[in-house]
């Protein structure tokens, strides 16, 4: 029984298989609409000032997690759920979706991601933890409501998840971060490969779920999460790349490296700019417990002097725009480097309470960065022509904030199987050490400290461009019209073909027309062909190798030739 004499309506259907009374080994989703006389007035009992009451509505099945969506309005909605083994939790407010998403068409083109509910309105999804029945509050007008709910799958309590906990991160002295491995599935796989950044600051989330939760219990709240955000909002990946329960347990969130600058969708506009740290539960009036925040400490005073960036004090960054952002796209904005959601967003996250804590964690974290050893990379230039080296600089400071004298730091690249040294330095008195590498394809470096007996340690990662260098030269700068031109060159690293581009202007013309292209197969990289220039005008002729996967495209400087009517007079060498 329900208790309180309800009324179980079944509403719509589950798509997919039903699932029975066992949660299923992977995660899944669910819909199911509310018709309209759900909503009419008819089926509606005044519940509280303004606010009408639904009657009882059975999920088509088992749920461990339930968010609404609608169009138009910005009405107020309560929600409780019934389990069999609990009855009926108390009333919970579902706050209108936050300002999480991915960037918008007007911001940093690396973080964009489809966003379908763009033109949608809903709420934060709530942790239900193995739910039959849900009933709502709502003060407002709402058109085309849908409820989605999650079964999170695997056992919500997942004690094998939480026994998994581990220091992931070791290799560049992470704290103790729970892998995707241990809570994610076949359902929570990205969408499409990770987009990279950079970090310049951390913003702190919460994820307005219930905080009456149970420590074996976050593992499936993090992989529902993540099949809200993925399956029922259509990004890519969990939105927030870190999540913190209550008890102290750092979960890694969005895929592609936790040493890495991952474009996450938790601040819309900043996303490429930032990473970002949700909190479990909703700390509107509740504050974040203590285990908690010495976690949250613990991670950001790692992860932003990991990418070179000091823990206080406040960064200047661009907008990136979009609908929920503060601040049209394109403003300098200047925030904290430990920055409460709200303050770039137009949300209320991370609660009021969590936002009365960030002074607090802010000082927690500077008495822990000071503690942390660090190891920094940077390129003095992010794009070469071959066969220019790549010249790179660091500084290694030993826990303590102590110049690390004399270590031996590896530079190494990604390669298909792991990262592999490519050069080895030794540190100077301060710290620092230069280094130059010689490679004919784009890379992506980092700086690898061994810990002399420690834990090993990683510099941010870096990418650098390598264009191709191409040249080319023409027998001759003036023909007679209908003539042949020898054009030949090399293109440097070996490409198998080149790519001419013949272009003509008119005499007295301003544009040069379409043209023509031409692909000539190269021997070792050297190339030579013959062109006929048929009509009378100046001709540019351009030589290009395209792109590949190793290098970006790269053209040599321009050709000019100029043909004309005589052909028995007018030519002459070039």
Known sequence: MLGGGALLTRLGSRSGAALGAAPATAASGFTMALPPDVLGATRLRAARAGALETPVLRAPARYDLIGLRWRGGAPRVELRVWRARDGWSRWLAAPAAGAHGPDGPGAHASARERDPHARETGCEPVWAGGAEAFQLRIAGRVHGLRAHFVDAGRPTRDARAVAARRAQ??????????????????????????????????????????????????????????????????????GYNFLVDRYGQVFEGRAGGIEAAVVGAQAQGYNSLSTGVANLGNFTSAPQTEVALDALAALIAWKLPLHGVPVTGAVTVRSGGGRLNRYPAGTPVTLQRIAGHGDADATACP?????????????????????????????????????????????????????????????????????????????????????????????????????????????????????????????????????????????????PAVELLLQRKDPGARAWNAGSRVRVVTRDGSFSTRVRLRKRGLYRIVARAPADARNPAAAAAPLFVRTINDRTGGAAAG
């Open 351 to 495: 609660g009021a309470a969590l936002a009365a804590q960030l002074p607090t964690l802010r000082e927690r974290v500077a008495a822990r960065a000071g503690s942390v050893a660090q190891l920094t990379l940077a390129l003095a230039q992010p794009r070469v022509v071959f066969p220019e080296p790549v010249r790179l600089a660091g500084r290694l400071v030993a826990a303590g904030a102590t110049p690390a004298a004399g270590a031996t730091v590896q530079v190494q690249a990604r390669r298909p199987g792991g990262f592999e040294t490519v050069a080895s330095v030794t540190t100077a008195a301060d710290g620092r050490f230069t280094a130059e590498v010689l490679t004919d394809a784009s890379e992506t470096l980092r700086a690898l400290w061994d810990g002399t007996g420690g834990a090993p340690l990683t510099s941010p990662q870096r990418a650098v461009v390598v264009e191709p260098r191409v040249e080319a030269a023409v027998s001759l700068r003036r023909v007679a019209a209908g003539g042949l031109v020898s054009v030949s060159g090399a293109v440097r690293p070996a490409k």
């Open 169 to 238: 991160g070791t290799a560049s002295g992470a704290p103790p971060i729970i892998p995707r491995a241990a809570w994610a599935d076949a359902a929570s796989a990205p969408r499409v490969a990770p987009r990279y950044g950079e970090v310049q600051l951390a913003f702190v989330h919460h994820t307005v779920t219930a905080n009456d939760y149970a420590a074996e219990e976050s593992p499936a709240i993090v992989r529902a999460i993540c099949h809200y955000h993925r399956n029922t909002n259509g990004w890519n990946d969990i």
